[in-house]
């Protein structure tokens, strides 16, 4: 081994380094990035090597495990998912841990349902778009020792030397043991123009000359003292880096996500003047800021039911599958429907069972339906004007005539505001498959109309596991294309401007 450490517990991949790893996202505010066991932000604690933990201070914090070990960390975004590296693999996930040896009071373990790896992933050094995202297989149950971690925001202006915090079950130095309790070490951030150096620096340490080549598109950020002796290790890759928030609420945000090192614990100031097989590296952390488009991209995608879309003559495509039974479709004003079913030559399931009566008069849609609408209509959330349920999902899928769009317009609007809307929210989108979003709504005023690209506009409303408001009501009209283009595009791009992060 030269020293190179990916903050794992296992060797995989090559010879000189060791590899490991709902809408409703983390949040920033009272409901994540807040310790409700202790208060670390107002601590000046600074421990060199770092020490144990208290029991619950890092409630975001998990463990992923393979074969009954710990392998790497990870943090709770949401009740479904979690965040990690992407060179981790786990088949277990647990979280409320905190001492190994004993079950704890809040300790919960699930299975895996998917991974989603960053596109770009790069395992060459210095490990571009090193992140990764877990789906449980059930929802964690929070509590005083189970809670999420905040997101930063996009412009989150943390400074350098702002004191940020890892923690983990790793290694308590280079080659060390691993410990069975919590530790947490508090590293001091680096200036980007010098971890650019720094890596320059482990250039001529590396067996393979194309391994350290920053550069502008980097998403790694640096974190410890040029003195060493603070620092992750194998067996901490995949938690988080957590700083202080400059925002209001005194909470900490998941600013990078543990990635690797030279070693762990060197001091790496004057690497230049040392041998390469001795030089030494901050930590070196995926920056979460940069990654803030796809982490959010996917934790939309991943809550989005699959199974909505139907193939009907109102020509809009899409497929049901998996195990789960959908809810109701609404054909609002609309007397016919075909559906199609089809099957590949690999593994069957027992299939369906369909039942489709009429109903009379006014159908008030609830959570868990998808409507389709085709004729100019009012539509509202659940209960309006009463408040709406938690865990909530509704769909519109709305089809204007040819050389028509669909112009949404709203009479009343009050969901929870939140940063990024990321806790309840309607998403305009402009195709069923949902790859293109018009706009992302939340708060308590009523949004200026909103235009579609075309003839088809998506309307999905959904609302977290707490606090509910009024909801909305809106008319949908069609209007034909006679705006020009130029026009239609600014009107698009300033309700962006006010209304879309």
């Known amino acids: 081994m030269l020293g190179l450490v990916m903050r794992t517990t296992a060797a995989l991949l090559s010879l000189y380094f060791w590899v490991n790893t709902g809408i409703h996202a983390a949040q920033t505010g009272s409901k994540c990035g807040i310790s409700q066991v202790c ?40 009740d479904r998912w979690i965040m990690t590296a992407a060179h981790c693999f786990t088949s277990l996930v647990i979280v409320g841990e905190f001492d190994q040896r004993v079950h704890d009071e809040e300790e919960q373990v699930f299975l895996v349902k998917s991974v989603s790896v960053h596109e770009k992933y790069n395992p060459a050094l210095p490990m571009n778009y090193d992140i990764a995202l877990i789906e449980l297989n059930q929802r964690i149950q929070m509590g005083a020792r189970v809670q999420p971690i905040c997101l930063p925001l996009p412009n989150e202006n943390i400074l350098p030397q702002t004191t940020c915090m890892t923690a983990g079950w790793g290694r308590i130095k280079e080659r060390g043991r691993l410990p ?98 001795k030089r030494g590296s901050p930590g070196i952390f995926t920056d979460v800021r940069l990654l803030l488009p796809w ?109 028509h769009v669909v112009k949404l317009e709203f009479t009343d609007f009050d969901l929870e505001e939140s940063e990024r809307c990321l806790y309840d929210s309607l998403t305009v989108l402009g195709d069923v498959e949902g790859t293109e979003e018009i706009a992302l709504l939340c708060g308590g005023s009523i949004p200026p109309p909103v235009l579609s690209y075309n003839s088809t506009m998506v309307l999905q409303f959904t609302s977290d ?31 962006e401007f006010f209304f879309i992060w």
């Open 295 to 403: 982490i959010k991209r996917k934790l939309r995608e991943g809550s989005v039911c699959k199974y909505l879309n139907v193939f009907l003559c109102l020509c809009v495509t899409g497929v049901f599958c998996g195990s789960v039974l959908p809810g109701p479709i609404l054909l609002n004003n609309s007397h016919n429907a075909t559906l199609l079913f089809s099957s590949d030559i690999s593994r069957a399931g027992s299939g369906f069972v369909i039942r489709h009566h009429a109903v009379k008069g006014h159908f008030h849609p609830g959570c868990g339906t998808l409507v389709l609408v085709e004729d100019k209509a009012s539509i509202h959330s659940p209960n309006h004007p009463q408040a709406y349920s938690n865990d909530c999902v509704l769909r519109w899928v709305i089809h204007a005539p040819l050389g």
């Open 39 to 78: 208060n670390p932000m107002v601590s000046s604690l600074r421990v060199v090597g770092g020490t144990e933990a208290m029991y619950g201070s890092h409630p975001w914090l998990v463990s992923l495990q393979n074969r009954g070990s710990h392998f790497c960390g990870g943090s709770i975004l949401s």
């Open 180 to 277: 069975v309790v919590l530790r947490e070490v508090h590293l001091d951030l680096v200036d980007g123009a010098k971890c650019k150096y720094v890596l320059q620096t482990l250039k001529g340490s590396m067996m393979n000359q194309r391994l350290i080549r920053p550069q502008p598109s980097m998403t790694v950020l640096c974190a410890g003292p040029e003195t060493g002796g603070r620092d992750a290790c194998q067996g901490d890759s995949g938690g988080p880096l957590v700083c202080p928030a400059r925002s209001e609420g005194h909470h900490w945000v998941a600013l990078g996500v543990t990635s690797w090192g030279k070693g762990c614990g060197r001091s790496w100031g004057n690497n230049s003047s040392r041998p390469p097989s």
């Open 465 to 495: 596991s707490s606090i509910t408001h009024r909801g909305f009501r809106a008319t949908l009209t069609f209007i034909k294309e006679m705006i020009h283009k130029y026009d239609l595009v600014f009107i698009i791009c300033e309700y």
